[in-house]
């Protein structure tokens, strides 16, 4: 009777488990649909707010996150989820997940909630890193606001200025600079930030720099961005194709055809090299 007894037991004790683990799928399926009712439901049940699934030990925080659901990320939250859990694959956060999905309302549940505004991923991006690199300005400030660290670099040197001087954001390079961002801290080839700019040929941001007044000594080689150019023909071709009344900006396609109804074999081998090698532009 007795070895009933424990088997009874270890049965009830194995129903108990298995329903939980049912009800954390179902959670986790809720919470990647945007389903919160069914997200607050399964938690009700007995779901586990924290449970990890997959190689990649995704959290149905994370699900909900990157995919921006928001009223599911604050039901998560209200049921106990840590919002600080990485993922395996990337080491990404839900607030990191929230960020790259440009969902302010996920992004502001979660730093409510305490989420950790410095923490990184495997490549030392940090969740202001990665809304400045989608140039979400707002999200940015609002990160500086509640304690993000405007000089963190990644693992390749990158800061969030950096990353702004890059994409040419000038409106976001300006902020950064009045939050405290340093100007002269270099990634890992030795570019400071507006030299970032002048290098990728981001105008508007090299010359704010210029306007400031920051005369600062700068790391790598700098080059003033040049104005765009439009393309023109190689003076061979310009020459082969003037007797046919082309100009200099006249489309591949019909200068390469007036080389072939006007020259022999060799010039229109010289010609083509020429066609190929430089900017003759590409229009009909």
């Not at 707010?49 to 959290?59: F, I, L, R, V």
């Not at 979400?136 to 200025?161: C, F, H, P, Y």
């Not at 030795?190 to 005369?215: C, H, L, Q, T, W």
């Not at 150019?229 to 200099?248: C, D, K, N, W, Y």
Request: with cysteine.
């Amino acid at each position: 009777m007795q070895r009933f007894g424990f088997l009874a037991i270890f049965l009830v004790a194995l129903i108990s488990i298995i329903g939980c683990t049912d009800q954390t799928r179902v959670m986790m399926d809720a919470a990647e649909r945007g389903d919160a009712a069914q997200v607050k439901a399964a938690l009700e049940a007995g779901a586990d707010a924290n449970a990890q699934s997959g190689m990649e030990a995704t959290t149905a925080l994370m699900l909900a996150s990157q995919e921006g659901h928001a009223d599911c990320v604050q039901a998560l939250l209200d049921g106990g989820a840590d919002p600080d859990l990485k993922d395996k694959a990337k080491g990404m956060t839900a607030l990191m997940l929230a960020a790259r999905k440009r969902s302010t309302d996920a992004v502001n549940a979660l730093v409510e909630a305490g989420a950790e505004v410095n923490v990184a991923n495997n490549i030392g991006e940090t969740p202001l890193m990665l809304a400045v690199l989608l140039d979400e300005q707002d999200m940015a400030i609002d990160l500086l606001k509640n304690g993000a660290e405007v000089n963190a670099r990644s693992d390749a040197g990158w800061t969030a200025l950096g990353l702004a001087a890059r994409n040419g954001n000038l409106d976001l390079t300006r902020a950064l600079i009045e939050l405290g961002a340093d100007i002269q801290v270099k990634n890992e080839k030795g570019e400071s930030p507006m030299i970032v700019a002048a290098n990728r040929n981001k105008r508007e941001v090299y010359e704010f720099r210029k306007a400031r007044g920051d005369k600062a000594k700068e790391g790598g080689k700098e080059k003033k961005p040049e104005k765009k150019r439009e393309r023109q023909t190689p003076s061979l071709i310009r020459q082969m194709a003037r007797p046919v009344g082309f100009e200099p900006t006249t489309s591949r396609f019909e200068v390469w055809r007036s080389i072939q109804l006007s020259y022999g074999r060799s010039q229109k081998r010289q010609a083509l090299r020429g066609l190929l090698k430089i900017g003759v532009s590409d229009g009909a």
